[in-house]
């Protein structure tokens, strides 16, 4: 099935009515949850992921990617309104959107993130689109070997891209990956680090574990801060959220920019939403022609990190859907999805279920447009939830993540894990160990030690296997590259000597 | 004050993760590492435990050597108090936290509505400082709107309390 064809069979399964719905459903509570700051869609998927079950996958998957790609539309909001970020990556936003807020063009710096959003989001969608049946192709000649060199290389960047201290991200990764390897070994039936207890025979839920880690330490975060909310005002009626010719004018590179920024980083294992929306302002004031004035509420300041962290939903979602190795937390929570519903992302997704791979596409491209039209006229009303108490929404997100983990385990020690998991997190993010490399060490662990087994299995014990296929020797070159580069660019600024100005002793 | 808490963290988390690292080989060096079906189940963990050991201890160490200036510079303003909120936000945090770890005990025992009650009323009254009024309202609310959403309209599970009640 070429691209056209695999398209046109996926709107023909995202229009249908009840795929619309979930569409809809998902890019609502997308919006709602990307405006309520603390609560992210990692947390929000894993929630809801019980709720799902009983679901058809394709409605399932698309109602949870119109959550992922619905919250970075969300995010904007409380940033151009409160300054304070609905979502991680919109913290950028920040700058030039309060700014213009603050200058009464409230309604027109929503506007823009929202135009932007939809413009680069949409272009996400056609290189995804586009750039996934020749991946998929050439991943199918991938064996054992070449897929743990893959995910070793993806892992590695997340090493090097996901947290500010590389020690603690390859800690938080290790232990992301003793996590999983709690349980019965599908190899030998050897039961590892079970402590005795009958119920982690099974292994630990991953439910509980990313319910824990994000929902509720964000809850106890956001109890820690007591931060409070002050709305600046949005104009009422359509017009004045609409920006002026000169300003989608002064925008036109930052929509491009931010696509293809976006898109790019999105690729990348471990970069991230907020990443792309940094560099993408940082690209948009270097080749500006008024850096200075960046910061004080100029339009392209806000679109091009709005438009990133929306084109990036499209490079994220390319190596789950075609190799079946997530680069991000929700992406993580993305594929467990698929496999609890018995659908096994990869290369051979798009020819054997192309319901879901075309549809769930197919939806994004109408995903988009739901939320251009949600984002814009309805505003006003998505603004209201944020004076919902914090009291009440508190305990009802707790609930919901109980329900969750009762829902998936359907017995206690999920939601005992859960408020363990919750500690865990609290401390991680308390200690400065980021979580998402938990969350990836603990979804690819179980694949990698696979792939290991079974490579060293097929050359009887030998690890040469590893390094005598191109395609894995490549990738594993790759990944020590990778790694090894922090300490390089160190050996690099040791030669070249202190910068000026700085102390020596 | 906030770097030294880090690189206090950092010595804690340091041996809590080498221990983990020890127990973690010598659980596996007790299974099988290399058969002759090829690597056994304790090859893999042995592996990234191996990677874990040095990389802990050298957060150990790096965290008894003391704050890090490039941190110490960056911090002092959002230093304990005002990143505490009010005073008490860690407090709040961990009594959330707790509130919930005893939910667990409660809902196996009283069923999903009655923990869901507690909870919530413990995070209104006692984290928020609501009035009772307030408090027992808002939580009764929750714990029953959620009882109907997920277990009657939505047909998931809830916990069973083994006194009866969901």
Redesign the interface.
Known sequence: MDVISGLAHGFGVALGPANLMWCFVGCFLGTVIGIIPGLGPAATIAILL??T??MDPTGGIIMLCGIYYGAKYGGSTTSILLKMPGEASSVISCMDGYEMARKGRAGPALGIAAISSFVAGTVGVVLLSFLAPPIAEFALSFSSPEYFALMLMGLSLVVLLAGDDI??T??SL??G??LT?IGT?L??A?T??TFGQISLLDGIDFMSLAIGVFA?SE???S????ERVRLLTIPKGFKNLLPSLEELKACRFAFLNGSITGFIIGVLPGAGSTISSFVAYGVEKAVSRHPERFGTGVPEGLAAPEGANNADTGGALLPVLTLGIPGGSSTAILMSALVLWGVRPGPLLMTQQPDIFWGLVASMYVGNVVLLIMNLPLIGLFTQILRV????L???I???A??GA??VS?N?FG??LL?AF??LG?GMQ????PAAPLILGFVLGDS??RA??QS??MS??DPSILVARPISAVLLALAALILLSPLLRRLRNRQRGPAPGLPTA | MLSQK?AL??VL?GLA?AL?SVY?IS?SLS??V?GE?????G???IL??A??LP??L??LV?GMRGPRPATAAVEPAEDDAE????GG??Q???A??LA??V??PV??LAG?VA??FG??FF??KV??R?SLLA?TL??AG??L??YVL?QVL??????AGLIGGR
């Open positions: 019980p709720v079950y009983n020690v603690k390859v800690l290790l232990l990956l003793w390897s070994d190899f030998t050897q590892r680090f509720i809850i106890m975060l109890i820690e801060a007591r108490p914090l009291y009440v508190f305990p009802i707790m609930g919901v109980i329900a009762y829902g359907g206690m939601v005992g408020a919750g500690l609290y308390k200690l400065g160990f990698m030690e290991l087994r060293l299995t009887n014990g | 880090l963290g950092d988390s993760l983990l973690i659980a299974w099988s290399i079906m090829g690597p056994g189940p090859f893999f963990p990234y435990a990677v874990m990389a802990s050298w957060l790096r990143a505490d909120g009010e936000g860690t709040a945090a961990l959330t936290w919930l770890a939910t667990v809902m196996s999903f923990g869901c909870l919530s995070v209104a984290v928020f609501r408090s808002s939580s929750i714990a709107g959620l997920f939505l047909d998931v599970d809830l916990p």
